[in-house]
């Protein structure tokens, strides 16, 4: 990550890089059932150049070549828009860390039950079976630029969601 800052620097650009990992698992069910259980490991990344107060920007997954994907941002900023802003300086900012062991830890196996146990507590109030979702998710997001800032942010999520479609039928009218 700060290899690719310190090449923009050396290019004579002025350049912010993001880059954020996400894993989640998630766990659908329909009709009471399980449906799908789906895992998610994705990493991507942003880079804006500002090349002669003119910008750009470049996005992708896990960058190969860092000498030319900074080349392409570079080039791309000569059509750029114009600005009049600088990216990020140092800044005493603490990193932001949002997270939960406990959250962090939950397991498939415990995604099922909780949502066995949900859609045994809603049959209790109505005969429809529930569309559920249930999920975690964990992320790390980091940010450097060529001036010197330098952020990261680890997050943890869990959640639920509940669909249920109630059909009313009205009784046919003879005309």
Not at 50 to 76: C, H, M, T
Not at 130 to 145: A, E, H, Y
């Amino acid at each position: 990550m700060n290899k690719i800052i310190e090449i923009a620097k050396a290019k004579g650009a002025d350049g912010e890089y993001l880059q954020k990992e996400v894993h989640s698992t998630s766990l659908s069910f329909q009709d009471g059932k399980l449906e799908e259980v789906t895992k998610r490991d994705i990493q991507d990344f942003s880079l804006r150049i500002i090349k002669n107060s003119k910008l750009s920007a470049v996005y992708g997954s896990k960058p190969s070549n860092r000498e030319k994907l900074i080349d392409s941002a570079i080039e791309l900023s000569k059509e750029g828009r114009q600005v009049t802003y600088q990216f990020s300086d140092k800044a005493e900012i603490p990193n932001l860390k949002l997270t939960s062991g406990k959250t962090k830890k939950i397991t498939v196996k415990e995604l099922k039950e909780i949502g066995e146990d949900l859609i045994v507590r809603l049959k209790k109030f109505t005969d429809v079976s529930p569309d559920i979702g249930v999920s975690t998710s964990n992320s790390v997001k980091s940010l450097v630029t060529t001036n010197g800032a330098k952020l990261k942010e680890k997050t943890t999520s869990f959640s639920v969601s509940v669909l249920s479609l109630i059909h009313i039928s009205e009784p046919t009218r003879p005309y």
